[in-house]
C-alpha cells in the first residue's frame, strides 16, 4: 500500500523552529515530485514547497526566506525546515506527491496523487 507518513507537528513559541518528516512507502519516489502542503482553520489549502525527482524546487511566496525542504529518495523521506514561525503558520501540514510530469505546478492539489494524514503545527506563545 502507498503510505505518506507525517511526524514532528506541535506546540511551538513564534520565532522557533520545526523540523516536520514526511516517511514515504509503497511506492517509488524516481517519478514523483513531494511537497507539503497547510490547512489552517477556515481556509483553503494550500502548497508550500515541493521537489521533484531531479531536484526542482517550488515553493510559496509566503514561505521563500523561512522554509526549506530536502528529500533522501534512498531513505524515502522528506524533511521540512520551518524557521521564524509565525501565528498565520498554525496549520495541519500535509505531506503530498505529485507525478513528476507535474512538478512546476506541484503547488496545486489537483496534481496529488497521494496524501499523507497531516500533522499539526501550531504557534503560540
Known amino acids: 500500500q502507498v503510505h505518506l507518513v507525517e511526524s514532528g507537528g506541535g506546540l511551538v513559541q513564534p520565532g522557533g523552529s520545526l523540523r516536520l518528516s514526511c516517511a514515504v512507502s509503497g511506492f517509488s519516489l524516481d517519478n514523483f515530485a513531494i511537497g507539503w502542503f497547510r490547512q489552517a482553520p477556515g481556509k483553503e489549502r494550500e502548497g508550500v514547497l515541493c521537489i521533484g525527482s531531479r531536484g526542482t524546487t517550488v515553493s510559496s511566496n509566503s514561505v521563500k526566506g523561512r522554509f526549506s525542504a530536502s528529500r533522501d529518495d534512498a531513505e524515502m523521506t522528506m524533511v521540512l525546515q520551518i524557521n521564524s514561525l509565525k501565528p498565520d503558520d498554525t496549520a495541519v501540514y500535509y505531506c503530498?506527491?505529485?507525478?513528476?510530469?507535474?512538478?512546476?505546478?506541484?503547488?496545486?492539489?489537483?496534481?496529488?496523487?497521494?496524501w499523507g494524514q497531516g500533522t499539526q503545527v501550531t504557534v503560540s506563545s
Open positions: 503530498a506527491a505529485s507525478p513528476q510530469v507535474f512538478v512546476k505546478r506541484c503547488l496545486d492539489s489537483n496534481t496529488v496523487q497521494v
